[in-house]
């Protein structure tokens, strides 16, 4: 299975166990928008609210490339203010989980 299909599968299920699997131990994420970084364990903490907040949504997802070095998608989000973006999100792989992450966001009207 692809790196987008589990990403994918642990978001539509709400999953953090299996999200968190999928995560090197050095893993790092960048929000563009903002230059926040934030570490595995900063991370995992934030996905844990987001997942638990039904209003939270990712209406879509596509893999735009994907080797074993690299997954490239854009999604589609809905957030609990209302508000909604499109997000494109580049993973480096290592190992065969994700170490780099890092997103670029639009907001949609």
Do not use: Q
């Not at 090197?24 to 563009?32: G, K, L, R, W």
């Not at 989000?77 to 973006?85: F, H, L, Q, V």
């Amino acid at each position: 299975m692809s790196m987008h299909a589990k990403l994918n599968a642990t978001m539509i299920n709400r999953d953090t166990n299996a999200y968190k699997e999928l995560l090197h131990e050095d893993c790092v994420f960048v929000f563009h928008k903002s230059g926040n970084e934030f570490g595995k364990t900063e991370w995992i903490s934030m996905v844990e609210g987001m997942m638990a907040n039904e209003k939270f949504v990712n209406e879509s997802s596509r893999c735009v490339y994907e080797n074993d070095d690299i997954m490239v998608s854009h999604d589609f989000m809905s957030y609990p203010d209302g508000s909604r973006e499109a997000v494109m999100g580049v993973a480096k792989l290592k190992d065969g989980k994700i170490i780099r992450f890092e997103t670029g966001a639009t907001l949609l009207d």
